[in-house]
């Protein structure tokens, strides 16, 4: 166990829809990331927030965005959605401090499937 | 920009022999470079991880990897594999600390053969 959490854990819905996935991270961690896990592209990372801020963006499509709360909680939304959208969404979590050991921590996974 | 290069999909490999996954990296700089684990149905697990120093690195479940300058390479090895392997092995590079994210290779898919 990672100790970072996602929610839900798997998402059907319909073309055209929107929908929201939640990534709690580690305790004490303030860098989220979010990444997604297709067939065709392989592992992509999509965005990056730090103590609430953006900090990098990927290969993130303008229809979708984040967030990262006081709580340092993270939701990532999907609108106007596609069937090539359906794939695997992880949350990561790391620790700030780039004097220690610097890795990211993934969650298990929103498994998004599109209709 | 970063890349990751994983030339083998599958590897098959009989149970108790050696392993060796390949990885390529390119990028200017010595990255940060991983090795993660990924079971069906699972999150990605952490294997391994080189930032600097002693070029071989030990990690978790048996597993080392070596980094190599000259060939940019950053390959994945266990002397003896168990059934309990088989899954999907990613490396993945950092060139920014978090700048980029990671950029992940492809994967290779592990079978283990009793």
């Given at each position: 166990d990672s100790g970072v959490t996602q929610t839900p854990k798997h998402l059907i819905t319909a073309t055209g829809q929107r929908v929201t996935l939640r990534c709690s991270p580690r305790s004490g961690d303030l860098s989220v990331y979010w990444y997604q896990q297709s067939l065709d592209q392989g592992l992509q990372f999509l965005i990056q927030y730090y103590n609430g801020e953006e900090r990098a963006k990927g290969?993130?499509?303008?229809?979708f965005s984040a967030q990262q709360f006081p709580d340092l909680h993270s939701e990532l939304n999907l609108s106007s959605?596609?069937?090539?959208?359906?794939a695997l969404y992880f949350c990561a979590s790391s620790d700030h401090?780039?004097?220690?050991s610097y890795e990211q921590y993934f969650g298990p996974g929103t498994r998004l499937t599109v209709t | 920009a970063q890349s990751v290069t994983q030339p083998d999909i599958h590897i098959t490999v009989s149970e108790g022999a050696s392993l060796e996954l390949r990885c390529n990296y390119s990028y200017g700089a010595t990255p940060y470079l991983f090795w993660y684990v990924q079971s069906p149905g699972q999150g990605l697990q952490l294997l391994l991880k080189y930032f600097?120093?002693?070029?071989l690195v030990q990690g978790i479940k048996g597993f080392e990897a070596e980094f190599k300058r000259s060939q940019s390479s950053f390959n994945l090895r266990k002397p003896s594999v168990h059934w309990s392997d088989a899954a999907e092995y990613f490396c993945a590079v950092d060139s920014g600390g978090g700048a980029d994210g990671l950029t992940f290779g492809k994967g290779t898919h592990l079978i283990i053969q009793p």
């Open positions: 290969n993130i499509l303008e229809r959605l596609e069937l090539g959208d359906s401090d780039r004097t220690t | 600097s120093g002693d070029t």
